[in-house]
């Protein structure tokens, strides 16, 4: 009989939807989570019926459903980070932030409010909530398209990134990365792709440290659930005990085998494959 030979790998928790296509959402977060050896727990706070070619519907869960969920969790794992992805109503967001306030550990907050197509997917008071969840984050990732909601201002440069970042961090957030797929002007022009990392530092005249992060840009329109396996892998490092910088570094790296090599499956764009975002 084979001896009973456990591991013990440390936990992170995404609180995000359900993707029934499995691209993006609790599904991408929870491959990305498993390929960098962290155990993923989850809360979901919607489901959704989509696939490649789209969003048919979407149906958020009772705000007292999703705090239950994450008492669950919270009362039997030791949670080393946690991520949030898509929390599609004002009460939810609320909910949430609630929940993860006395939590001691790493918070990444991805701010799903702007689909691909530039479409807002949350209503004003939805978005209005988020303020005080970034407060709270040690790391907030959106898009450019996120930033410029959350800040009031358009961000289309990394230049405009990068002032996006320092608000963010002005309104509390530890650390905001700023991602660069829907942005031009990097050294490599439309070729690159440029995400910006704010961080707040006690030391410096500024407050702040910048960084930037050029990738290759792959000529693929299948980067479904990039985003969420993005947020994802940076929590999964945050849990193994990796620094913001870090892990946001290796992170972004990765992306870019996970685009090339993203799943060409159904008839819409593909998804991007997390799997390999664990790979040093």
């Given at each position: ?10 936990v ?54 999703v ?31 609630e ?91 439309d ?24 990738t ?17 892998a ?27 090599r ?19």
């Amino acid at each position: 009989m084979p001896e009973y030979d456990p591991v013990d790998p440390p936990v992170a928790l995404t609180v995000a939807g359900s993707d029934s296509g499995g691209g993006a959402g609790i599904q991408a977060d929870l491959t990305a989570m498993t390929a960098h050896g962290v155990f993923g727990a989850s809360v979901v706070t919607a489901t959704t019926a989509q696939n490649t070619r789209g969003v048919a519907d979407v149906n958020p869960l009772p705000a007292d459903h999703v705090a239950s969920q994450y008492a669950a969790v919270a009362d039997d794992f030791d949670v080393r980070a946690v991520k949030t992805g898509m929390l599609a109503t004002a009460g939810i967001v609320e909910t949430v932030t609630e929940a993860v306030a006395d939590a001691d550990v790493p918070l990444v907050v991805d701010p799903v409010m702007v689909a691909a197509t530039g479409d807002r997917l949350l209503s004003p008071a939805a978005e209005a909530a988020y303020e005080d969840l970034v407060a709270a984050a040690t790391l907030v990732t959106p898009n450019a398209d996120e930033a410029a909601v959350l800040t009031g201002d358009p961000v289309e440069t990394p230049a405009d990134a990068a002032a996006a970042g320092r608000e963010l961090v002005a309104l509390g957030a530890d650390a905001a990365l700023v991602k660069g797929g829907h942005l031009t002007g990097g050294d490599g022009g439309d070729d690159t792709v440029v995400d910006t990392l704010v961080r707040a530092e006690e030391e410096g005249e500024s407050g702040v440290a910048v960084d930037r992060f050029e990738t290759p840009r792959v000529d693929t329109a299948a980067t479904h659930g990039s985003g969420c396996a993005l947020s994802s892998a940076i929590a999964a490092r945050l849990a193994r005990g990796e620094s913001v910088r870090e892990a946001v570094e290796a992170a972004v790296e990765g992306m870019t085998e996970a685009v090339r090599r993203g799943y060409d499956v159904g008839e819409g764009p593909g998804a991007v494959n997390p799997t390999v975002l664990g790979a040093e």
